[in-house]
Nanobody, 120 residues
Framework: QVQLVESGGGLVQPGGSLRLSCAAS????????MGWYRQAPGKERELVAT???????NYADSMKGRFTIFRDIAKNTLYLQMNSLKPEDTAVYYC??????????????WGQGTQVTVSS
């Protein structure tokens, strides 16, 4: 029920910055939480950062201090600002939206992903 479209990926040198965007088809008040995940070649998908409807953020340890998740409520758009990028940050980044039903059951929706490559 929730459509997500990511953009902003690309090639960047180590130490550089990128900002990813995720446009949602639903207003943020209808979504319990949103987040960014990534998957590198040969590895499983991992959490990058999340933000709740109330604005509480959470980051994976390796991203904390370098990445920032934030939103533009009026535009129904989620962002991930990535600074001090490292080669190990290279991955496909996915936008995620979560709807919670009855306080326990979660429904996840995903975007198509955007490639981030950090290389000299």
């Amino acid at each position: 029920q929730v459509q997500l479209v990511e953009s902003g990926g690309g090639l960047v040198q180590p130490g550089g910055s990128l900002r990813l965007s995720c446009a949602a088809s639903e207003r943020f008040f209808s979504i319990n939480a949103m987040g960014w995940y990534r998957q590198a070649p040969g590895k499983e998908r991992e959490l990058v950062a999340t933000i709740t409807r109330g604005g509480t953020t959470n980051y994976a340890d390796s991203m904390k201090g370098r990445f920032t998740i934030f939103r533009d409520i009026a535009k129904n758009t989620l962002y991930l600002q990535m600074n001090s990028l490292k080669p190990e940050d290279t991955a496909v980044y996915y936008c995620n939206a979560v709807l919670v039903v009855a306080g326990t059951r979660e429904y996840h929706y995903w975007g198509q992903g955007t490639q981030v490559t950090v290389s000299s």
